[in-house]
């Protein structure tokens, strides 16, 4: 963000935040979208050598199984694969049954545990999932992280197309948003914003198997508007001033209510005696798994309604 904003500092916790400052009293809007991503930590490692692990983050177990994964060492990142007992030698019963995150291992072709704290591996290392990045058909991607990398993204260009701002611009990247919403918490006490807005991604449902009324919203149809989630009701002067700038626009939108989850838009709507905030999030297909999937052309439309909702808001607020 440095080319394209005031200052750049990192808080206490860790969380990156880009001032773009405007004039004196004016209206601090605070953006945030999370850094982190769902991944494994090292539990214990086997006599065999081989790492036993803990989730961090929302992940289900049926993915895990067979994925190829990264532990990040100090001594550099090592490969490894999620591994079981084969199923050649499984039982009828086993094969039927999904197996739990406890009841598998990471091999990194270590012989006992001293080789592998010789390779570098420690109790409490990070374990990331190893995919590369892909571009497929129809302005269409596939990568890993993209739940919020791609949130991330959007704020990085939101700031570099905000050349002028009548508001005091704080695009903060959160830190363990993943694990209960942590960062966000932080950076809005410290900022303590006259609006708040999370970029962050949402499912999109247009997938077999998956009912409308289940996940409604869809890739290439514009950016998810959230009415209301698990921890937040979005402010009523925040979700008119977005579908207004919408419609104004004719930017492609869509509206979700009543999603299990939430966002970082939660914990900073509670700060201090409040502040009004909202949620624009870009469909993605397959969040919360090593690999995600979604159009450039949502991502493109979610920067085109927060660039012009941050113009906007003096008049709102």
């Known amino acids: 963000?440095?080319?394209?904003?005031?200052?750049?500092?990192?808080?206490?916790?860790?969380?990156?935040?880009?001032?773009?400052?405007?004039?004196?009293?004016?209206?601090?809007?605070?953006?945030?979208a999370h850094m982190d991503e769902i991944g494994l930590l090292v539990k214990?490692?086997?006599?065999?050598?081989?790492?036993?692990?803990?989730?961090?983050?929302?992940?289900?177990?049926?993915?895990?199984?067979?994925?190829?994964?990264?532990?990040?060492?100090?001594?550099?990142?090592?490969?490894?694969?999620?591994?079981?007992?084969?199923?050649?030698?499984?039982?009828?019963?086993?094969?039927?049954?999904?197996?739990?995150?406890?009841?598998l291992f990471i091999d990194i072709g270590a012989?006992?545990?001293?080789?592998?704290?010789?390779?570098?591996?420690?109790?409490?290392?990070?374990?990331?999932?190893?995919?590369?990045?892909?571009?497929?058909?129809?302005?269409?991607?596939?990568?890993?992280?993209?739940?919020?990398?791609?949130?991330?993204?959007?704020?990085?260009?939101?700031?570099k197309q905000l050349k002028e701002t009548k508001c005091t611009l704080y695009a903060v990247g959160t830190v363990q948003e993943e694990v209960g919403l942590r960062g966000?918490?932080?950076?809005?006490?410290?900022?303590?914003p006259d609006v708040g807005i999370a970029l962050d991604v949402t499912i999109a449902g247009d997938v077999p198997g998956v009912k409308e009324f289940e996940a409604p919203i869809k890739m290439r149809k514009g950016p998810s508007i959230t009415i209301a989630d698990y921890g937040?009701?979005?402010?009523?002067?925040?979700?008119?001033?977005?579908?207004?700038?919408?419609e104004e626009n004719k930017i492609p939108y869509q509206l979700e209510t009543g999603l299990p989850g939430s966002t970082d838009a939660a914990r900073i709507s509670l700060t201090r005696e409040g502040v009004p905030s909202g949620v624009i999030s870009i469909p993605t297909r397959y969040?919360?798994?090593?690999?995600?999937l979604l159009s450039l052309k949502d991502i493109e439309n979610t920067v085109k309604l927060t660039v012009t909702a941050v113009q906007k808001i003096p008049k709102y607020f």
């Not at 190893?130 to 497929?136: G, L, N, S």
């Not at 002067?237 to 919408?246: C, H, I, N």
């Open 184 to 192: 966000a918490t932080t950076a809005a006490f410290g900022i303590y």
């Open 287 to 292: 969040i919360h798994s090593p690999v995600s």
């Open 232 to 246: 937040l009701i979005t402010h009523q002067k925040v979700l008119r001033l977005l579908v207004d700038v919408a």
């Open 44 to 103: 214990t490692i086997s006599n065999d050598g081989f790492l036993q692990f803990t989730k961090m983050g929302g992940i289900d177990d049926r993915i895990l199984l067979a994925q190829k994964v990264t532990v990040h060492t100090e001594k550099g990142p090592l490969h490894g694969i999620v591994g079981s007992k084969p199923p050649h030698i499984q039982k009828e019963e086993e094969r039927k049954k999904v197996l739990s995150y406890d009841e």
């Open 111 to 159: 012989e006992s545990r001293e080789e592998a704290k010789q390779m570098g591996v420690k109790i409490g290392d990070p374990v990331s999932f190893d995919v590369k990045f892909a571009k497929i058909g129809n302005g269409t991607v596939i990568g890993k992280a993209f739940d919020d990398r791609a949130g991330c993204a959007a704020m990085v260009e939101i700031v």
């Open 1 to 32: 963000m440095k080319p394209y904003v005031d200052e750049v500092k990192e808080d206490k916790l860790g969380n990156v935040i880009g001032i773009k400052r405007g004039k004196e009293n004016a209206p601090k809007v605070m953006l945030a």
